[in-house]
């Protein structure tokens, strides 16, 4: 499995942006897909994910309400639409795909993108 992040740019604080994941190789629609970011002298975080049919998310405390996770299996994407950003959302973001949703821990997902850079200014 291949993915490839975009999306990224720069952007005022308060503004919005929608990142898109794109897999190639073989078909992620029963996979659980998902976004971490690593910002700059930390380490990656877990964002959010969403099941293959969609029918669950999860979403990291501080992000509810402000960044929503979807995907497109005909198009085997998945999208993150972040709103009222912050500058310390900067970070570059990375999606992921695993079998299973086993936890927001970096290690229990199996294949990733290069990452997209997000950045926020005051």
């Known amino acids: 499995v291949q993915l490839q992040a975009s999306g990224g740019g720069l952007v005022q604080a308060g503004g919005s942006l929608r990142l898109s994941c794109a897999a190639s190789?073989?078909?992620?629609?029963?996979?659980?897909m998902g976004w971490f970011r690593q910002a700059p002298g930390k380490e990656r975080m877990f964002v959010t994910a969403v099941t293959w049919n969609g029918d669950r998310t999860y979403v990291t405390d501080s992000m509810k309400g402000r960044f929503t996770i979807s995907r497109d299996n005909a198009k085997n994407t998945v999208y993150l639409q972040m709103n009222s950003l912050k500058p310390e959302d900067t970070a570059v973001y990375y999606c992921a795909a695993a079998p299973y949703y086993s936890g927001s821990y970096s290690n229990a997902w199996n294949y990733w993108g290069q990452g997209t850079l997000v950045t926020v200014s005051s």
């Open positions: 190789g073989r078909t992620v629609s029963s996979y659980v």
